[in-house]
């Protein structure tokens, strides 16, 4: 073996073993890990499922594949149970309070993984009372997300003022003693983007989804008035917790949340209005958002 193939043997032989060498790892931050987090969420109020079923609204969400919904106006006992069976959301919470003290108005919670820290809310405001929100905690890729689920009365789109609203409750008295930053809070909100209430949670670290999704809701309604048939525009709503950087990266309003056309059913009011509208599943629409952290 010549002198130059040795020093080029050697030289092989040093590069394998530098390049066997571990390498040293970034260093991240114990205190802040950097974590992605995504999750799919929904919020619809069903007029205490006079218009549509558990298994007719359950088959309704399933193309969207959700980790969340939270409904409002919701009966007692196994309605939302029933819903989760057609798309194998395991765990529900139900409120006790039912908005106003009327039949079967209660609000929930569905979700895919196990809900623990269970409680709920009650706020009485300007408008109808006792409203509340409820909420439970559960963990999306290992991290732990609050949710809220909440059905409260608005002031109307024509006031200034948040004062003596259940927003101003909720700004003053619960979002200060949130601690986790990641949290979300959503449903029937009775109020339209730009009213004093939702501006409020705004000036206190709230962000509403139309921001992100960049929809114009100035011509977009979520609720159509049952008497009149008048739509009452966007009402319904999903805020997040801008402490933590977020991005809402999909979502908007289920505009074909209808029963079958040739659906017939018996109903205790509202059918010749439920007949008229096309046969919805709800007087209001649901919508729904894809968020992540």
Known sequence: MTKSTVLATLTLVVIAIISCKPKNKQKVDPKRPE???EIK???????????GTPKQIGKMFKPYNLDIICFSEVPDGEWTAKVGKELDMDYTYVGKISSAN????????????PLYNLHEIEIN???????SMVG????IQGETVLVYSLHIPGRPSFS?????SASEFI?????PEIKNERFVIMGDFNNLIGDAPLNLLEQNGMQNIWNDLNINVQHRSTHQHIETGVESGVIDHIYYNTKIKAKVYDGGIIM?????KDEDKSMPRYKLEWEKYGKPLSDHRPIWAAIKW
Not at 102 to 113: E, G, N, P, V
Not at 125 to 131: K, M, Y
Not at 136 to 139: A, D, N, V
Request: zero cysteines; charged letters at 20%.
């Open 41 to 51: 969420l929904a919020a619809y109020n069903v007029l205490f499922g006079n218009w």
């Open 136 to 139: 439970g905690e559960t963990k």
């Open 125 to 131: 405001a300007v408008g109808w009372a006792p409203a």
């Open 102 to 113: 009327h039949k079967d108005k209660f609000k929930s919670i569905l979700s895919r993984t």
């Open 171 to 175: 700004a003053n008295q619960v979002l």
């Open 256 to 260: 074909d949340a209808k029963n079958p």
């Open 35 to 37: 974590a992605s987090v």
């Open 160 to 164: 200034d003022t948040a004062n003596g």
